[in-house]
Structures are given as structure tokens and as C-alpha cells.
């Protein structure tokens, strides 16, 4: 079964500094991944998704994440943090084998931008 | 606009009372899921439904109900059997493609926030 582990319920950051979040995951075939970023009260917002092309992704807003199988992680990064980024942000794993396959998401790390 | 519309955005219930929450699309998507938000527990799955007339049990169906009359239409009830309802409800959509290679992307509605007083 698959699961995801986000290092770190909450992260601080100042503005203009690199934002890194963390998430590793467990998949027993070749997964699919993505990050969703959620505002406050609101749904949530495809950043960016692995799909077993390009091991570096780029999404909007500025983000970027990294697929290394060899560590089984997708860390999540933007070089510059600005005070909009202040959301929580979400990993999810699909097993990829096609179908309407579910998602199991990780528990979620508040991000927190200082200005 | 394609989108996915959940309503009320806001609900409030007295214990004992069912209440079904809505969920519409309009992206001509095949699946749909229900999720529960907790504060610090990510998103759990409650239910899913691949095709019309038919839908499985997610990670915590005890207490919800639903039904796939419509391909556009996915309600949950929120049954009094469901020890603690409070909480925030998401709903999300997306293409049944298959077969080796695709995947699914998962679109999410605005959520509805249930209280039980």
C-alpha cells in the first residue's frame, strides 16, 4: 500500500529565503506524485505532478519539485518564499496503473512566510 | 467556466439530524471523491465513484452515505451514525483515463465546513 510522510507539520520562512518541504513516500510500483497547495477555507490547487517523464517538474507559482526513486522522495522547493505562498501544501502518491486510482495524501505542512 | 461547486459552504447540524452535502461538476469527469479535513490529518478518503450507479467505500465510509445517479452529481449524507461529524468536506473529480501511463488528476471544489452543535 502506498503511503506519504511530510517531514515537519509546520515551516517558517522569511520572505525572499528558499522554501523546502519535504515528502517521502512508500509505493510499491512506479508512482505517480503530486503537490497541492490549500488557502485557508478553500479547496485545493494542483502545484505540480511527476508522471514518470522529467525527474525535476516545474509548477506554477514558482514551485519546482524532484523526483529521486533512490531516496523515494519529491521534495518541494521555490528559491525565493513570498508572503502569498503562506498556505498548507499537500503530497499525494497514486499507484499509476491507470483507472481512477485513488490518492493517499500526506497529513500536510503549514508554510509561514515572514516578512 | 468547467469547475466543481459543492454547497453550502457552510452547514450546521444538531446531532441525531442526516444532512447531505452537494457536489456538482461540470468537466464531464468520470470518478468523483469525497474527503474529510481534519486539522493535522490530511485528507481521508470517505467514499469514490468511478462510474454512474456505482461507487466503493473509501478509508472511513462508517456513518456516510452517497449516491451516482448523475455523472455530474456525487451528495453525501452524513448520517447520524457518524460519532463525530465536524469537519471540513472536499470533493474532487477526475478523468477515468486507463490503462498503463495515464493518470488521474484530481480537481477539488471550494469545500463545505460542517459543524454539529
Known amino acids: 500500500a502506498q503511503s506519504v510522510t511530510q517531514l515537519g507539520s509546520h515551516v517558517s520562512v522569511s520572505e525572499g529565503a528558499l522554501v523546502l518541504l519535504r515528502c517521502n513516500y512508500s509505493?510499491?510500483?512506479?508512482?505517480?506524485l503530486f503537490w497541492y497547495v490549500q488557502y485557508p477555507n478553500q479547496g485545493l490547487q494542483l502545484l505540480l505532478k511527476?508522471?514518470?517523464?522529467?525527474?525535476l517538474v516545474k509548477g506554477i507559482n514558482g514551485f519546482e519539485a524532484e523526483f529521486k526513486k533512490s531516496e523515494t522522495s519529491f521534495h518541494l522547493t521555490k528559491p525565493s518564499a513570498h508572503m502569498s505562498d503562506a498556505a498548507e501544501y499537500f503530497c499525494a502518491v497514486s499507484e499509476g496503473q491507470g483507472g481512477s486510482e485513488k490518492l493517499v495524501f500526506g497529513k500536510g505542512t503549514k508554510l509561514t512566510v515572514n516578512p | 467556466d468547467g469547475g466543481i461547486t459543492q454547497s453550502p459552504k457552510y452547514l450546521f447540524r444538531k446531532e441525531g439530524q442526516n444532512v447531505t452535502l452537494s457536489c456538482e461538476q461540470n468537466?464531464?469527469?468520470?470518478?468523483m471523491y469525497w474527503y474529510r479535513q481534519d486539522p493535522g490529518q490530511g485528507l481521508r478518503l470517505i467514499y469514490y465513484s468511478q462510474i454512474v450507479n456505482d461507487f466503493q467505500k473509501g478509508d472511513i465510509a462508517e456513518g456516510y452515505s452517497v449516491s451516482r445517479e448523475k455523472k455530474e452529481s456525487f451528495p453525501l449524507t452524513v448520517t447520524s451514525a457518524q460519532k463525530n461529524p465536524t469537519a471540513f468536506y472536499l470533493c474532487?473529480?477526475?478523468?477515468?483515463?486507463?490503462?498503463?501511463?495515464?493518470?488521474?488528476?484530481?480537481?477539488f471544489g471550494p469545500g463545505t465546513r460542517l459543524t454539529v452543535l
Open positions: 509505493s510499491s510500483v512506479p508512482p505517480y
Open positions: 468537466l464531464n469527469h468520470d470518478a
Open positions: 474532487a473529480s477526475s478523468k477515468n483515463y486507463r490503462g498503463r501511463g495515464s493518470y488521474n488528476e484530481q480537481f
Open positions: 511527476y508522471t514518470s517523464a522529467a525527474t
